[in-house]
């Protein structure tokens, strides 16, 4: 497939600054920056519009074995999706909406790929702290939170999909500007609404990506354990979840409270119940009743 830049893409003709406020990314500033010898990106493809990301570099890995380091760029998403298949709907150059295909399968045993939605959420939380000047946390297990006023709000999430032969697929969504009444729900926010000095996309895209790459080549290189590498502890230190008492609703309509006291070296949240019991929690949909 041929990377193609959004600049040029065809569609209904409108100048490509018809969104003073939203100029689309420079796809080739971005792989000039981030494609080079030695680099995890190998192939940056910046499109203007499509479904899902997630779901367009899956299908692409299943048709045979794409390599490590594709990332697929998309200006504006029709049908992205977050967990538990829910709607990510967002206007066109408003944020961050991108895939990656990692293969963490030479060195790294499956038990430990949990930590991946984990690890791309200290990047992305640490790119956007870098290139935005905003402060983030990050909620068990995927979602990136921003203050707006004195509120805790969504505006980012994070979506690991397997992928073919030994790949993962991890999509990230992140609302960048944003303006309070474009807003899908009014616990959603963005960088922009939580005051950050910049939303140029360019750069908070490469902060990201490079965090990401950073991040992954340490796990990677300690086989997957998180303690050894550092990234236990860092996401722990930005983890809004632990010290809270939450609700954690489980498959199955199970549901289990307590406070998040951990997250464990499986990348499993633990939450020491009202019954004096440590109960980890691997999967499921979490729910910040009140600071610890």
Known sequence: MTPRDDSESS???RSRWSDLERPPLNAAAVRRALVREGSLWREVDVVQRTGST?????ARAAEGRLREGVVL??????????RLDRQWVAPARSGLFFSVLLRPGDGVPMERWGWLPLLTGVAVATGLARAGGVDTALKWPNDVLVTVGREERKAGGIL???AGDGGVVVG???NVSLRADELPVPTAGSLALAGAVSTDRDPLLRAVLRGLEDWYGRWRAAGGDAGACGLQEAYAAGCATLGRVVRAELPGDRALVGEAVAVDGDGRLILATEAGVQEPVGA???VHLRAG
């Open 73 to 82: 760029v998309a200006e504006e998403q029709t049908a992205a999706r977050g």
């Open 172 to 174: 990230v969504g992140v």
């Open 284 to 286: 499921g949909d979490i």
């Open 160 to 162: 690991a999909e397997a």
């Open 11 to 13: 569609g209904p003709r």
């Open 54 to 58: 997630n779901s367009d570099l899956v």
